[in-house]
């Protein structure tokens, strides 16, 4: 069985940094896109960012881009979300999933078969 399982999350100021990390195990890593998704209360769960196999491309909702950066070390199976300048709007739950497939990155959450448990992300004004 793979699982994720993400850290990092807390409470943080407008303005400040988090870094989450996404800690894989079974299955075959190396070989999944990756993704952070998030969801606020009473919102649909919401594409953050997405990366390929190898890392080599990536892609950002608007809404982040320039904010957070997406990367992977695929020998260590971790995917990380580096998240700076922080907006009370980013507040939400952040979950990290895995398509299996490898074949693109996917703003769906239904393209995504593995997921973690999901980390609090608060920023205060």
């Known amino acids: 069985q793979v699982q994720l399982v993400e850290s990092g999350g807390g409470l943080v100021q407008a303005g400040g940094s988090l870094r989450l990390s996404c800690a894989a195990s079974?299955?075959?890593?190396?070989?999944?896109?990756m993704g952070w998704f998030r969801q606020a209360p009473g919102k649909e769960r919401a594409f953050v960012a997405g990366?390929?196999?190898?890392?080599?491309?990536?892609y950002y909702q608007a809404a982040v881009q320039g904010r957070f950066t997406i990367s992977r070390d695929n020998a260590e199976k971790v995917v990380y979300l580096q998240m700076n300048s922080l907006k009370p709007e980013d507040t939400a739950v952040y979950y990290c999933a895995a398509d299996r497939s490898g074949l693109g990155i996917w703003q769906s959450p239904s393209r995504y078969d593995y997921w973690g448990q999901g980390t609090q992300v608060t920023v205060s004004s």
């Open positions: 990366i390929n196999w190898n890392g080599r491309n990536s």
């Open positions: 079974g299955g075959s890593f190396s070989t999944y896109s």
